[in-house]
């Protein structure tokens, strides 16, 4: 894995911090003060948030210009209320699966040759549907169980960054 840039999907602003949907934006936030991901910022780049999730696409693009960086090159991480809550996949050429800030980067970069860290957003007992609960805060006996899921896909970018 070669990455210029680590791009975290959600909706700018102190209204949208702590969201479920900002998921992503916590996840480079987290990589910022990740002691063990500290000698790798010399070479990625971390973007937060600039706009809205669903115009994602034009910003994070117009940044891949700037760095010189290919969707081969860029990792997206958002938001994934299909995984369970403490789940996540690293995975590269699959669809948006409904995700409309994906699907915005997807367009705006004619690829889905994007990598992506899927984060797991619902725990076992919500039974709504997504758009009914990714705007909801995310209650405090959660936010451990992100932490050490941001350490493990940390970890395994770390451990992907390293391999030849």
């Known amino acids: 894995m ?5 791009a975290g999907l959600g909706n700018y602003g102190d209204k949208y911090a702590g969201i479920y ?4 934006a916590s996840f480079v936030n ?3 003060t990740y002691a063990e991901f500290t000698p790798w910022l ?3 780049v971390l ?3 600039q706009g809205f999730m669903n115009e994602s696409g034009q910003l994070i693009l117009a940044e891949m210009k700037r760095l010189g ?6 990792l997206l991480a958002h938001d994934d209320s299909d995984i369970s809550l403490a789940g996540y996949q690293l995975i ?20 889905n040759s994007f990598w992506r860290a899927r984060i797991g957003i ?33 970890d395994e970018i770390i451990a992907a960054l390293k391999t030849p």
């Open 47 to 49: 973007l937060p948030p």
């Open 69 to 74: 960086a290919t969707s081969e090159t860029t």
């Open 21 to 24: 949907h900002n998921i992503g």
């Open 2 to 6: 070669k990455l210029k840039l680590i």
């Open 30 to 32: 987290f990589l910022q």
């Open 42 to 44: 010399e070479r990625i």
């Open 92 to 111: 590269r050429e699959r669809g948006a699966a409904g995700h409309n800030g994906v699907q915005s980067v997807f367009d705006a970069a004619q690829s």
């Open 122 to 154: 619902r725990s076992a007992n919500e039974e709504r549907k997504s758009l009914e609960f990714v705007l909801q805060p995310i209650p405090p006996e959660e936010l451990p169980i992100f932490k050490e899921v941001f350490k493990k896909i940390a």
